[in-house]
Structures are given as C-alpha cells and as structure tokens.
C-alpha cells in the first residue's frame, strides 16, 4: 500500500463559524484571520494505492459552480485535484473508488464536472465506484434547512444517475475491512453518518479526519464548529476518539488544516493536547 496527499486548493471560511462558541482571543493563537474575520483553510484530499484499487477520499470544492457561489469561499493556492493527480503519476480514469466521507460541497464538489457542452452533470471519475451510506445519502438528499446550502444537488444526485454510487453498510458505528486495511468509523455530530476512514499502513493507523477534526487548531474539546449540526454529540464523539487515538498513537490526517498534514496526540493535565505535527510522508 502506498499512500499521496492531493492537495486540492485552498478556501476561507469564517473563523467564528470555524470554532463555535470559542472566543476568537483563542482560537486566533492557532488560525489567524484576515480583516474580515476569514480563515484560510485546505482541502486536502488522500489517495490510497492499494493494490489493483486506487481509492480516493474526497475531492475537494471542484470548479463547476459559478463565479458568484466561489467568490464567497476566496478560493486560493496554486493546486487543483487534477494538477496533484498528474504530480503523483495518475489521471482521474485511473481512480476506482472514491470514498466520500459526507456529501458537503468542500469534500465532494470534484466528483461531478460539466461535460463539454456544460449541459449536463457526469462522474468525474468514469471508471470509478463512489461510496457513501445509506442514512447519510438521505441526510443529504433531504436535506434539513440548516445545512440544505452545504448539500448542493449538482454535486449528489448525478451520482446515482451515473449507476456508480456504492453504499457501505453500518450495522455498527465502526465497520472494518471496506477495502484491504481500511475500516470506517461513523459519526454523527457534525452531519448524519459521516465517515472517518482508518488505514492501516506499515504498523500504524492513519485516520483521515474529515471534519470530526478539521485541524490541530481544534483539539481542545470545545472547539467544535458552528457548522456541526449536533455540537454535543461532536464533543462526545471527539473525546472518545481522542482518547482512543493518544492512547494507540493514531496519525490524524487534517483535511482542512493550511499549514499540518498530520498531528499526534498526548494526555496532558489539560487534557488531551497535540504532540507532534508534520507531514504525512516525512
């Protein structure tokens, strides 16, 4: 098993929306804002080589959507998904599944394109499955109010349309083998039934973060986001998972962190607290 990093950009979001109730004289230590309170924030995506599978998780905000709908997000940064698959020796037809941790525009916004009229929606990835779940694909098809902006149509429903969608069954909230050396926790704090993949790789665990731990910024318990729909059931799931995570030395890797790919965690007097940050690969 091999594993890339596939940066695919990055974007600004709020920062107060970023850390919920958290007052900015903290979370700024961390994540600095602009003056119009905007955090910079990354997209980063993990491509998994395993095999005769070649397994994406997420896809970043994509570049379908109009000018007016990005120019709320400040997109920025020289990357692409496009351009960081080439770096690493692939292109998109070489993918054949791509796991969607949960179905907000920022991670599966690159899985449907135009096709070259731009009359119509089609798979980004032809050759691919894609893989989500049953409760959160009717969480995000029928959407609540408060995150109905978040689960754009364009980026869901072509999807099935395509015939390539997958469902992972959760029989319990932690499935293990979805692929060779890749189980799946579900959460449900942040959105129904979202996905957190652990990967198994040369002795350790890498877990792929998604928004149950957007960066290293966010440890601390009550750092959970304004986003998250269910911000107790967040705190729970959080110090559970830590805990579990300090304790068997999990590598988390930080989708939406701008500077660390990746951090450790310890106990602390304070709690649980970051110890090492870095790179995947380092």
Same mark, same amino acid.
């Given at each position: ?100 941790? =949960?179905?907000?525009?920022?991670? *599966?916004?690159? /899985?449907?394109?135009?096709? $070259? &009229?731009?009359?119509?929606? @089609? +798979? ?76 198994? =790789?040369?002795?350790?665990?890498? *877990?792929?973060? /998604?928004?149950?731990?957007? $960066? &290293?910024?966010?440890?601390? @318990? +009550? ?60």
């Amino acid at each position: 098993m091999n594993l890339h990093v596939i940066n695919t950009g990055y974007f600004k979001l709020d920062g107060g929306a970023m850390f919920g109730v958290v007052p900015k004289t903290l979370w700024q230590k961390t994540n600095p804002a602009d003056e119009n309170n905007m955090c910079t924030w990354a997209m980063r995506c993990l491509l998994i080589e395993n095999g005769k599978q070649l397994i994406l998780i997420d896809t970043g905000i994509g570049n379908k959507q109009d000018e007016k709908f990005f120019s709320h997000y400040y997109l920025h940064g020289d990357d692409s998904l496009e351009k960081s698959l080439k770096a690493k020796g692939f292109s998109r037809d070489d993918i054949t599944d791509v796991f969607l941790t =949960h179905l907000h525009f920022d991670h *599966c916004g690159g /899985a449907i394109e135009w096709n $070259s &009229a731009k009359d119509k929606f @089609l +798979p980004a990835f032809k050759n691919a499955n894609y893989w989500s779940n049953q409760r959160h694909w009717q969480w995000a098809t029928e959407p609540n109010a408060r995150e109905k902006a978040s689960f754009l149509k364009e980026n869901i429903l072509p999807i099935k349309e395509s015939g390539q969608l997958k469902f992972i069954d959760r029989t319990t909230d932690y499935t293990k083998n979805i692929f060779e050396n890749v189980d799946v926790l579900f959460v449900d704090g942040h959105t129904d039934s979202m996905m957190i993949p652990h990967i198994h =790789h040369h002795g350790k665990t890498i *877990c792929y973060m /998604a928004d149950l731990l957007p $960066s &290293a910024g966010h440890i601390p @318990l +009550p750092y959970v986001m304004g986003y998250d729909t269910r911000p107790l059931i967040t705190m729970g799931e959080k110090a559970k998972f830590l805990a579990q995570a300090a304790e068997n030395n999990y590598t988390l890797f930080l989708e939406h962190d701008p500077i660390n790919e990746t951090c450790t965690l310890q106990q602390t007097e304070k709690g649980i607290r970051l110890n090492e940050k870095g790179n995947l690969l380092q």
